[in-house]
């Protein structure tokens, strides 16, 4: 475990993290957003120990699962509007501040009604952090610059989801606590280095002056969008992560049911789990759409995904466990790039309006796979997986009927351009 957990370290450390260090302030966000994911995955090993130890069951650790999520996309839209009042710097500190005092409560629960309303506070007050991080890297670099400013938010979320996971399911074998203190601890140190070296990146006249009220999702424009000319791709995104939370939101609870495993194995597994994800989705995805287009990676990843979810269920060891889920997360993890590819191409609103819009079924996704998902475990341990192949298979066909080539030829030339 020390010995995967260093040579993963040093692979990020040498290969993502230093490149960023050309930008101070770039490298202090890249560090908070990693602190923030670090913190959501450290804590998913012991979640299942937890709620055993209170008293809950597999839809007691799908509400926590859910109850994060749902609170970040409840409140994203609001900490946005608010940081173009006040500025990016409040909300960056807010946001830290409130994960790490969130993260302390956690590790002094005793109940599980504590774990729900800590969880709870963590999901309002961390998701201050990445839609203000987006909206500072926007504020400071052009549009050369901004790809690959903003390919900085997807290589620190996944670099926290790679190594969160080992890292809290090592410290979890020896202290059910330590995990969440360690985290406490560092988004305390990403607080006051955002307080002390992080300049504000919007200026006074250019902060929105009106007084507006909370504003929270937008149901209305994700009905109307539904019914639109990329209604469809909206439901990919939602079934998607309906289906991935259907393994994500119980795994850790299946495998110690199932198997025995401790928070240091289920650790383990996560972690090869997180570094496959992000080899597909960083090497493969793109020479995958590139040879054979977004379209037919999305079919093919749909189906794909049906035999990924029942070939988890033939495990019957640590060997077959890792490979397993490891082939599963092979089939699945072009899914979620190549569908938000076809979005961002074939948006007529505006790619502002319509990747927020992704971003909203993704996050409804989140919340509703958890709840299924720790519903049905506690009737039958296999049925979140067999009903995420259920889920897959659905989108598989009516991604025949619905997914055509034909508007693959017209946005060609907007890609060349």
């Not at 759409?289 to 029942?310: E, H, M, N, P």
Request: charged share 10%; glycine share 12%; net charge neutral.
């Amino acid at each position: 475990m020390k010995e995967l957990s260093s040579c993963l370290s040093s692979f990020v450390a040498g290969c993502i993290i230093a490149p960023m260090f050309k930008s101070r302030n770039i490298a202090i966000l890249f560090f908070t957003l990693i602190v923030v994911m670090l913190g959501f995955g450290m804590i998913i090993p012991i979640l299942p120990f937890l709620v055993e130890e209170f008293g809950g069951s597999g839809l007691a650790m799908g509400m926590l699962m859910a109850i994060f999520s749902l609170m970040q996309f409840i409140f994203s839209p609001f900490w946005g509007d608010l940081s173009d009042r006040y500025g990016r710097k409040p909300l960056l500190i807010l946001g830290t501040l409130g994960n790490g005092l969130t993260m302390i409560g956690f590790g002094l629960s005793t109940n599980l009604e504590m774990l729900y309303i800590f969880r709870a506070l963590g999901g309002i007050l961390s998701s201050a952090t990445l839609p203000t991080a987006m909206a500072f890297i926007s504020d400071s670099t052009d549009e050369h610059q901004r790809g690959g400013g903003m390919g900085v938010v997807g290589a620190a979320m996944g670099v926290g989801m790679v190594l969160g996971p080992g890292i809290g399911g090592m410290l979890g074998g020896k202290s059910m606590q330590a995990p969440f203190f360690l985290s406490a601890a560092l988004s305390i140190l990403a607080m006051l280095l955002i307080w002390f070296l992080l300049p504000e990146s919007l200026p006074v006249d250019k902060r929105s002056t009106g007084v507006q009220g909370f504003r929270g999702p937008q149901l209305r424009p994700m009905w109307t969008a539904l019914f639109g000319p990329i209604g469809f791709l909206f439901v990919l995104a939602f079934l998607h992560n309906f289906a991935m939370t259907n393994f994500e939101g119980i795994f850790a609870y299946y495998a110690e049911a199932k198997f025995g495993y401790t928070s240091q194995t289920i650790g383990i597994i996560l972690t090869v789990v997180g570094l496959v994800s992000a080899v597909v989705q960083g090497v493969l995805t793109g020479i995958a759409t590139r040879k054979w287009g977004d379209i037919a990676v999305v079919k093919w990843s749909l189906f794909a995904s049906i035999f990924g979810f029942l070939l988890m269920l033939t495990s019957y060891n640590l060997g077959t466990v890792i490979l397993m889920t490891s082939l599963f997360i092979l089939s699945n993890a072009m899914l979620r790039p190549a569908v938000s590819s076809l979005i961002s191409k074939r948006a007529e609103s505006g790619q502002g309006v319509a990747m927020g819009l992704n971003n909203a079924f993704m996050s409804l996704g989140r919340v509703v796979g958890p709840l299924w998902a720790g519903a049905v475990l506690d009737i039958n341990l296999n049925f979140p997986f067999m009903t995420g192949a259920l889920v897959m298979l659905i989108g598989f066909v009516a991604s025949l009927f619905y997914l055509s080539g034909k508007a693959q030829v017209t946005e060609s030339p907007a890609v060349a351009d």
